[in-house]
């Protein structure tokens, strides 16, 4: 099941809007503070302003939202007793329904404290059509900023990224963010395509393969007759 799938969930209501459980909450709250996701905070006067989640507190309920260098912007925020905060996650289209947030310090910083939220909404927005391709056993080849080689498993392959696979447990991982200029597609005896990938998103899995890091790329290059073989 995808980690955004909400079968335990009440279906929507008429505003597209639907409770989830605190344990989906979280988890949410944490992949946006990890992947350190740029968010729009929609408030209900119609303006939108740009924010993050800077941190997660599960045993308070409560996450922090980067504030603002401009007082009315904070202001404006601290009097919305309600607000959105939506972004794109996994191809879905994530909206989740904020309470009053509270005035808050992060690092020295403007910041909100804001409870969990109890309600969400989201659209599946797939850009491009995605083909599994473990079982071909097709490989990602690319160098590493130390120079150091890296081998990965093709997990997955669409128009506009690739999903790869590490095997080896224990194997530091790649943040997010990760700019791999020259790598190669391997796809066996058919054929292998340069390219350049960037790490967007990190999933630890737990697989019958031994499969332990999930990262989703996308692509930011292709060489110019790069189909090779």
Same mark, same amino acid.
């Given at each position: =099941?995808?980690?955004?799938?909400? /079968?335990?969930?009440?279906?929507?209501?008429?505003?597209?809007?639907?409770?989830?459980?605190?344990?989906?909450?979280? /988890?949410?709250?944490?992949?946006?503070? =990890?992947?350190?996701?740029?968010? &729009?905070?929609?408030?209900?006067?119609?303006?939108?302003? $740009?924010?993050?989640?800077?941190?997660?507190? /599960?045993?308070? $309920?409560?996450?922090?939202?980067?504030?603002?260098?401009?007082?009315?912007?904070?202001?404006?925020?601290?009097?919305?007793?309600?607000?959105?905060?939506?972004?794109?996650?996994?191809?879905?289209?994530?909206?989740?329904?904020?309470?009053?947030?509270?005035?808050?310090?992060?690092?020295?910083?403007?910041?909100?404290?804001?409870?969990?939220?109890?309600?969400?909404?989201?659209?599946?927005? $797939?850009?491009? @059509?995605?083909?599994?391709?473990?079982? @071909?056993?097709?490989?990602?080849?690319?160098?590493?900023? &130390?120079?150091?080689?890296?081998?990965?498993?093709?997990?997955?392959?669409?128009?506009?990224?690739?999903?790869?696979?590490?095997?080896?447990?224990?194997?530091?991982?790649?943040?997010?963010?990760?700019?791999?200029?020259?790598?190669?597609?391997?796809?066996?005896?058919?054929?292998?395509?340069?390219?350049?990938? $960037?790490?967007?998103?990190?999933?630890?899995?737990?697989?019958?393969?031994?499969?332990?890091?999930? @990262?989703?790329?996308?692509?930011?290059?292709?060489?110019?007759?790069?189909?090779?073989?």
């Amino acid at each position: =099941m995808n980690r955004l799938d909400s /079968a335990s969930t009440n279906p929507p209501s008429s505003d597209g809007f639907q409770y989830a459980l605190e344990g989906e909450i979280h /988890a949410i709250l944490d992949i946006l503070a =990890m992947q350190e996701r740029s968010l &729009d905070l929609r408030l209900p006067d119609g303006r939108t302003l $740009r924010t993050k989640v800077l941190s997660v507190d /599960a045993p308070a $309920r409560t996450f922090t939202l980067q504030g603002y260098v401009s007082e009315p912007d904070n202001e404006a925020v601290l009097a919305c007793a309600q607000s959105e905060l939506s972004t794109v996650l996994d191809d879905v289209s994530l909206t989740l329904c904020l309470g009053a947030p509270a005035r808050s310090l992060f690092a020295g910083a403007a910041a909100f404290s804001v409870p969990f939220p109890e309600k969400l909404s989201q659209v599946q927005r $797939r850009r491009d @059509y995605r083909a599994e391709t473990l079982d @071909y056993q097709y490989t990602f080849e690319a160098e590493l900023p &130390d120079g150091t080689g890296l081998i990965l498993d093709i997990a997955d392959l669409s128009a506009s990224g690739v999903g790869l696979r590490s095997r080896t447990p224990g194997t530091n991982t790649l943040a997010v963010g990760t700019l791999l200029p020259k790598g190669r597609l391997r796809f066996g005896t058919l054929a292998s395509l340069e390219v350049g990938v $960037r790490v967007v998103r990190y999933q630890p899995v737990d697989t019958a393969d031994a499969a332990v890091h999930h @990262y989703g790329c996308e692509f930011v290059a292709f060489e110019q007759g790069a189909l090779l073989d």
